[in-house]
């Protein structure tokens, strides 16, 4: 895996990782904390193969409807999707949480390959990686309010 070809968050969440993951996998409520995600008719069960429909808010190319594969589903640990236009730019987007004191550091993570990567992360990227930070904010915000 090529570093300039990926993009990390990292956050320290002050809450056991089954908390996190509760609302990190409940899809149906993405848009109450989520500012670019929204599911759309989300299976009852998740699972390695899983298809996800998802709205994707940008005002790039990248906006629109969205199918993502889940790749791997281990609760409450690691998720990872995979979605994009093959040939042209593919993303595998990965949640790993992991026991830190008496929280949860999520680490999320998305590689970018294709002819389309370079000019995804180009010019853009420290936005990109500001956007991924503040992502996780947002999810440890959404669990600080009790939900």
Do not use: C, K
């Amino acid at each position: 895996m090529d570093n300039d070809s990926v993009i990390t968050a990292v956050t320290d969440i002050a809450h056991p990782p089954e908390e996190v993951w509760r609302v990190l996998t409940d899809f149906a409520a993405y848009a109450q904390w989520h500012p670019g995600l929204h599911f759309v008719d989300v299976p009852d069960e998740i699972r390695p193969g899983t298809q996800l429909r998802v709205q994707v808010i940008s005002d790039s190319e990248a906006g629109g409807e969205h199918i993502f594969t889940v790749v791997h589903y281990e609760a409450p640990r690691r998720f990872v999707w995979q979605g994009g236009i093959p040939d042209v730019l593919m993303a595998l987007h990965s949640f790993v949480l992991e026991p830190h004191g008496s929280g949860t550091r999520l680490t999320e993570s998305e590689e970018i390959t294709g002819p389309a990567a370079a000019q995804f992360l180009g010019p853009g990227r420290s936005e990109t990686e500001e956007r991924y930070a503040s992502y996780g904010r947002a999810l440890a915000q959404q669990i600080e309010a009790g939900h």
